[in-house]
Nanobody, 116 residues
Framework: QVQLVESGGGLVQAGGSLRLSCAASGRTLRDYSVAWFRQAPGKEREFVAGIRWSVGNTANADGRFTISRDNAKNTVYLQMNSLKPEDTAVYYC????????????WGQGTQVTVSS
């Protein structure tokens, strides 16, 4: 089983940037897809960005955000630029193995707050 720990959240002014990290332990992410999700108060969780580890294919829901990986550190990053107050949410990373349909392991989340 993969354990995930997010970090890098905080308070930032609108227009600023943050880089979130998701460090994995327990297993290498080589056979997994990794994604970032976020959930704002009173809203449903939504997909932000994802990466298929083995081939590096990425998908972004917003062009301001970029997902990347560090093989040596078994870590995934989410670079967030031009942040807006509506980006305020708890950000989670999650993984699923190549044979799984749903994301099966989740981190505890990191709070991102964007002030206007």
């Amino acid at each position: 089983q993969v354990q995930l720990v997010e970090s890098g959240g905080g308070l930032v002014q609108a227009g600023g940037s943050l880089r979130l990290s998701c460090a994995a332990s327990g297993r290498t992410l080589r056979d997994y897809s990794v994604a970032w999700f976020r959930q704002a108060p009173g809203k449903e969780r939504e997909f932000v960005a994802g990466i298929r580890w083995s081939v590096g294919n990425t998908a972004n829901a917003d062009g301001r955000f970029t997902i990347s990986r560090d093989n040596a550190k078994n870590t995934v990053y989410l670079q967030m630029n031009s942040l807006k107050p509506e980006d305020t949410a708890v950000y989670y990373c999650a993984v699923k193995a190549y044979y799984e349909v749903d994301y099966s392991s989740w981190g505890q989340g990191t709070q991102v707050t964007v002030s206007s």
